[in-house]
């Protein structure tokens, strides 16, 4: 299996509901690595998994539009405790739209896995990971 990851970083802020949550239930602001990996069984017709360029700016414009906002006024998270597991499931689940959707090149249809990794702080990270 082949692999691909590019990463960018996003700021944010959020509030957490829960007594699980501590002192995360009022608002404040987290930072983030994000790296995206792409698998796939054999190379593209290229000899790529899939253009880092491409994948690298859909991955840059998704935490974007994250980044510098609170969370808990985005409608596309309404209701939902933002943890890092949510987050990096919603990274998944973008960039598995714009593979659909031919964002991230001819040839990206091969992409059998993609990998979403947001890490908290060198000792803490989670992970989700979907076919396209």
Known sequence: MYSVTVADHMMVAHSLR????????????ATFVVEATFRRADLDPDGIVVDIGLAAGALHDLVGALSYRNLDDIPAFAGVNTTTEVLARHVADELAARLADGSLGPHAGGISGISVTLRENPLAWASYERAP
Do not use: R, T, Y
């Open 18 to 29: 829960g007594e699980a949550f501590g002192p995360a239930q009022a608002l404040h602001g």
